[in-house]
């Protein structure tokens, strides 16, 4: 039990880790067009996403799929860009209305790509273990709880500024992915694969 929750922390850590700010910076962007009304279809891509960084996790971890940590590096911070762009030239249209089809297959993509980014790691501290499959189950809840803490945060920060501070929610998403866009825009020059 005490192994379980080391991978529950591991995995909290990995998302929470403001020195490695790409997932926050991903959840920011994946949450940022929603608002408390609508937290159930933002929980419904958290949890895609994390179902699909898992499902990464373990295609590496019992090596059926290998990929090149360079290009990862890259894609990573070009998953935190598209999102960002696809708020921008969405943000007319009113979450309630939005069909959560093609941002659940976006998000199960990038979350296969988040999980490779840490599948080098997550590898090498699973070599020594027989037994794979509680690991992988309690990183996914870590992975999952650190998820719906930054999404809280963002949907809380999205109601303090849309209604303490009269800020429309169109121009609140535009300036959040702005925002995410220029900080994301170092990281892809910094890894782009040469």
């Known amino acids: 039990m005490q192994e379980f929750w080391f991978y529950i922390e591991l995995g909290l850590s990995h998302v929470l880790d403001f020195g490695a700010y790409d997932h926050i910076l991903f959840l ?33 971890v019992y090596e059926v799929v290998v990929m090149d940590a360079t290009w990862i590096e890259f894609l990573i911070p070009l ?24 941002p659940s297959l976006a998000t199960a993509f990038f979350g296969l790509i988040h999980g490779f980014g840490f599948s ?12 794979k499959t509680g690991p992988l189950l309690g990183f996914a809840l870590g992975i999952e709880l650190s998820q719906v803490t930054i999404i809280l945060c963002i949907l809380l ?38």
């Open 28 to 60: 920011s962007a994946l949450a940022i067009p929603f608002t408390f009304k609508s937290w159930k279809k933002v929980l419904i891509l958290a949890t895609i996403f994390t179902i699909a960084h898992c499902i990464s996790l373990a295609l590496s």
């Open 79 to 102: 998953t935190i860009l598209l999102t960002a762009l696809f708020n921008i030239l969405d943000s007319k249209k009113n979450i309630g209305h939005k069909s959560l089809l093609l």
């Open 120 to 131: 080098n790691y997550f590898k090498m501290l699973m070599a020594g273990e027989d037994e």
């Open 157 to 194: 920060l999205a109601y303090i500024v849309q209604n303490l501070f009269k800020v429309k929610q169109s121009l609140f998403v535009l300036i959040c992915s702005a925002l995410i866009i220029l900080i994301t825009i170092p990281m892809l020059i910094n890894t782009f694969p040469i």
